[in-house]
Protein backbone atom coordinates (compact mmCIF):
# COMPACT_ATOMS: atom_id res chain seq x y z
CA UNK A 1 0.00 0.00 0.00
CA UNK A 2 1.47 3.81 -0.81
CA UNK A 3 0.51 6.22 1.11
CA UNK A 4 0.51 9.97 0.20
CA UNK A 5 2.82 12.43 2.48
CA UNK A 6 -0.96 13.78 3.62
CA UNK A 7 -1.73 10.90 4.81
CA UNK A 8 0.99 9.92 6.77
CA UNK A 9 1.18 13.57 8.58
CA UNK A 10 -2.68 13.03 9.37
CA UNK A 11 -1.93 9.87 10.74
CA UNK A 12 0.19 11.00 13.05
CA UNK A 13 -1.73 13.98 14.03
CA UNK A 14 -4.43 11.53 14.86
CA UNK A 15 -2.22 9.19 16.70
CA UNK A 16 0.11 11.37 18.96
CA UNK A 17 0.84 8.11 20.82
CA UNK A 18 2.64 6.56 17.88
CA UNK A 19 6.10 7.49 19.14
CA UNK A 20 5.10 6.08 22.75
CA UNK A 21 5.07 2.48 21.48
CA UNK A 22 7.27 3.01 18.38
CA UNK A 23 10.38 4.67 20.65
CA UNK A 24 13.22 3.15 18.68
CA UNK A 25 11.16 4.37 15.61
CA UNK A 26 11.91 8.08 16.45
CA UNK A 27 15.46 7.28 17.27
CA UNK A 28 16.16 5.79 14.19
CA UNK A 29 14.32 8.90 12.01
CA UNK A 30 17.01 11.34 10.96
CA UNK A 31 16.23 14.23 8.49
CA UNK A 32 18.17 16.86 6.65
CA UNK A 33 18.99 19.92 8.37
CA UNK A 34 17.54 23.08 6.49
CA UNK A 35 20.43 25.25 7.04
CA UNK A 36 22.92 22.87 6.23
CA UNK A 37 23.77 19.60 5.07
CA UNK A 38 23.94 16.98 7.28
CA UNK A 39 21.20 14.96 9.21
CA UNK A 40 19.72 16.05 12.05
CA UNK A 41 17.29 14.56 14.64
CA UNK A 42 13.84 15.06 14.94
CA UNK A 43 14.34 16.57 18.26
CA UNK A 44 16.85 18.94 16.70
CA UNK A 45 14.51 19.74 13.90
CA UNK A 46 11.57 20.72 16.23
CA UNK A 47 13.76 22.96 18.50
CA UNK A 48 15.12 24.69 15.07
CA UNK A 49 11.29 24.97 13.71
CA UNK A 50 10.52 26.51 17.38
CA UNK A 51 13.53 29.25 17.17
CA UNK A 52 11.97 30.28 13.87
CA UNK A 53 8.52 30.40 15.10
CA UNK A 54 9.95 32.47 17.84
CA UNK A 55 12.07 34.74 15.01
CA UNK A 56 8.84 35.14 13.47
CA UNK A 57 6.80 36.12 16.06
CA UNK A 58 9.52 38.74 17.41
CA UNK A 59 9.52 40.43 13.97
CA UNK A 60 5.44 40.94 14.41
CA UNK A 61 5.69 41.95 17.75
CA UNK A 62 8.38 44.55 16.35
CA UNK A 63 5.59 45.42 13.35
CA UNK A 64 3.05 46.08 15.98
CA UNK A 65 5.19 48.27 17.98
CA UNK A 66 6.28 50.33 15.37
CA UNK A 67 2.79 50.31 14.51
CA UNK A 68 1.58 51.50 17.47
CA UNK A 69 4.15 54.34 17.95
CA UNK A 70 3.38 55.62 14.81
CA UNK A 71 -0.67 55.63 15.62
CA UNK A 72 0.61 57.15 18.86
CA UNK A 73 2.14 59.79 16.92
CA UNK A 74 -0.52 60.54 14.35
CA UNK A 75 -2.95 60.95 17.69
CA UNK A 76 -0.78 63.38 19.45
CA UNK A 77 -0.42 65.38 15.84
CA UNK A 78 -3.81 65.13 15.31
CA UNK A 79 -4.86 66.55 18.98
CA UNK A 80 -2.42 69.27 18.77
CA UNK A 81 -3.90 70.49 15.39
CA UNK A 82 -7.51 70.29 16.54
CA UNK A 83 -6.60 72.28 19.74
CA UNK A 84 -5.19 75.31 17.19
CA UNK A 85 -8.34 75.16 15.16
CA UNK A 86 -10.65 75.80 17.84
CA UNK A 87 -8.73 78.12 18.87
CA UNK A 88 -8.37 80.22 15.05
CA UNK A 89 -10.99 83.19 15.28
CA UNK A 90 -11.58 83.75 11.65
CA UNK A 91 -10.77 82.00 8.14
CA UNK A 92 -7.84 83.47 7.40
CA UNK A 93 -5.94 81.58 10.80
CA UNK A 94 -7.51 78.53 10.56
CA UNK A 95 -5.95 78.17 6.90
CA UNK A 96 -2.94 79.23 8.33
CA UNK A 97 -3.17 76.62 10.75
CA UNK A 98 -3.74 74.06 8.71
CA UNK A 99 -0.76 74.89 6.28
CA UNK A 100 1.61 75.45 9.36
CA UNK A 101 0.57 72.03 10.90
CA UNK A 102 0.12 69.86 8.11
CA UNK A 103 3.37 71.01 6.46
CA UNK A 104 5.11 71.04 9.85
CA UNK A 105 4.13 68.55 12.31
CA UNK A 106 2.61 66.13 9.63
CA UNK A 107 5.95 67.05 7.34
CA UNK A 108 3.75 67.29 4.23
CA UNK A 109 5.64 69.15 1.69
CA UNK A 110 2.89 70.64 -0.05
CA UNK A 111 -0.65 71.26 0.78
CA UNK A 112 -3.79 73.33 -0.67
CA UNK A 113 -7.04 74.06 0.40
CA UNK A 114 -9.74 74.92 -2.18
CA UNK A 115 -13.10 76.36 -1.51
CA UNK A 116 -16.36 77.13 -3.19
CA UNK A 117 -18.99 76.47 -0.89
CA UNK A 118 -18.03 78.96 1.39
CA UNK A 119 -17.93 83.17 1.32
CA UNK A 120 -14.52 84.55 1.25
CA UNK A 121 -12.30 86.96 -0.85
CA UNK A 122 -12.87 85.95 -4.49
CA UNK A 123 -9.04 87.37 -4.99
CA UNK A 124 -7.66 84.32 -2.44
CA UNK A 125 -5.70 81.44 -3.88
CA UNK A 126 -8.14 79.48 -1.93
CA UNK A 127 -11.28 80.39 -3.94
CA UNK A 128 -9.30 80.10 -7.41
CA UNK A 129 -11.99 78.83 -9.66
CA UNK A 130 -12.02 74.86 -9.90
CA UNK A 131 -13.60 73.03 -12.78
CA UNK A 132 -16.81 71.30 -12.24
CA UNK A 133 -15.18 67.85 -12.83
CA UNK A 134 -12.77 68.45 -10.13
CA UNK A 135 -15.59 69.50 -7.55
CA UNK A 136 -17.87 66.45 -8.60
CA UNK A 137 -14.90 64.06 -8.05
CA UNK A 138 -14.40 65.08 -4.78
CA UNK A 139 -17.98 65.73 -4.07
CA UNK A 140 -18.59 61.71 -4.54
CA UNK A 141 -15.79 60.67 -2.91
CA UNK A 142 -16.98 58.78 0.68
CA UNK A 143 -13.56 58.43 1.53
CA UNK A 144 -10.33 60.52 0.93
CA UNK A 145 -8.42 59.90 -2.14
CA UNK A 146 -5.13 58.42 -1.91
CA UNK A 147 -3.17 57.87 -5.35
CA UNK A 148 -1.27 58.96 -8.61
CA UNK A 149 -0.90 62.73 -8.14
CA UNK A 150 -0.04 63.57 -11.90
CA UNK A 151 -1.79 65.90 -14.19
CA UNK A 152 -2.72 69.80 -14.47
CA UNK A 153 -5.33 70.11 -11.69
CA UNK A 154 -2.65 68.79 -9.47
CA UNK A 155 0.36 71.24 -10.83
CA UNK A 156 -2.36 74.13 -10.31
CA UNK A 157 -3.52 73.56 -6.89
CA UNK A 158 0.38 72.80 -5.62
CA UNK A 159 1.44 75.96 -8.34
CA UNK A 160 4.93 75.93 -9.22
CA UNK A 161 5.95 73.11 -7.74
CA UNK A 162 2.81 70.51 -8.58
CA UNK A 163 4.53 68.88 -11.07
CA UNK A 164 6.87 67.19 -9.01
CA UNK A 165 4.18 65.42 -7.38
CA UNK A 166 3.90 61.57 -7.26
CA UNK A 167 1.58 60.98 -4.70
CA UNK A 168 -1.69 63.08 -3.04
CA UNK A 169 -4.05 62.69 -0.83
CA UNK A 170 -7.67 64.81 -1.73
CA UNK A 171 -10.14 65.04 1.56
CA UNK A 172 -13.51 66.73 1.06
CA UNK A 173 -14.36 69.32 3.00
CA UNK A 174 -18.06 68.74 4.05
CA UNK A 175 -20.87 70.53 5.72
CA UNK A 176 -23.22 67.66 6.45
CA UNK A 177 -23.63 66.04 2.81
CA UNK A 178 -22.89 69.11 1.31
CA UNK A 179 -19.51 69.49 -0.22
CA UNK A 180 -17.79 73.00 -0.11
CA UNK A 181 -13.84 72.56 -0.74
CA UNK A 182 -11.14 70.34 -0.75
CA UNK A 183 -7.90 69.94 1.22
CA UNK A 184 -5.09 68.57 -1.00
CA UNK A 185 -2.25 66.78 0.38
CA UNK A 186 1.03 65.81 -2.09
CA UNK A 187 4.49 64.01 -1.94
CA UNK A 188 7.12 63.51 -4.42
CA UNK A 189 7.46 60.07 -2.94
CA UNK A 190 5.43 57.87 -4.92
CA UNK A 191 4.18 55.88 -1.81
CA UNK A 192 3.82 59.01 0.78
CA UNK A 193 -0.54 58.29 -0.26
CA UNK A 194 -1.20 54.92 -1.78
CA UNK A 195 -4.49 53.67 -2.89
CA UNK A 196 -4.73 50.80 0.00
CA UNK A 197 -3.56 53.17 2.89
CA UNK A 198 -5.91 53.17 6.34
CA UNK A 199 -7.75 56.90 6.22
CA UNK A 200 -8.84 57.08 9.54
CA UNK A 201 -6.83 60.33 10.47
CA UNK A 202 -7.37 61.85 6.91
CA UNK A 203 -10.81 61.70 7.89
CA UNK A 204 -10.58 63.33 11.25
CA UNK A 205 -8.51 65.76 9.58
CA UNK A 206 -10.93 66.41 7.25
CA UNK A 207 -13.84 66.66 9.43
CA UNK A 208 -11.76 69.12 12.16
CA UNK A 209 -10.84 71.27 9.30
CA UNK A 210 -14.43 71.78 8.13
CA UNK A 211 -16.27 72.35 11.31
CA UNK A 212 -13.56 75.16 11.96
CA UNK A 213 -14.21 76.87 8.33
CA UNK A 214 -17.53 76.61 8.88
CA UNK A 215 -17.43 78.15 12.31
CA UNK A 216 -15.53 81.00 10.79
CA UNK A 217 -16.67 81.74 7.30
CA UNK A 218 -20.66 81.56 8.77
Known amino acids: M???????AQYLKDHPDFFNQYAETLAQISIPDPHG???????ERQIGTLRDQVKRLEARLAELLRFGEENDALS??????????????DAASVLLVLYAHLGGSFSI?????RLWGVPGDPDSLEFQPLGAEAKEFVSTQKRPYCGAGSGPDVEAWFGEDGSHVRSVAIVALRNGDQTFGLLALGSEEPERFYPDMGTLYLERIGELASAALIRTTA
Open 2 to 8: TLAAKEV
Open 37 to 43: GRAISIT
Open 76 to 89: NKTQRLAVALAGST
Open 109 to 113: PHVAV
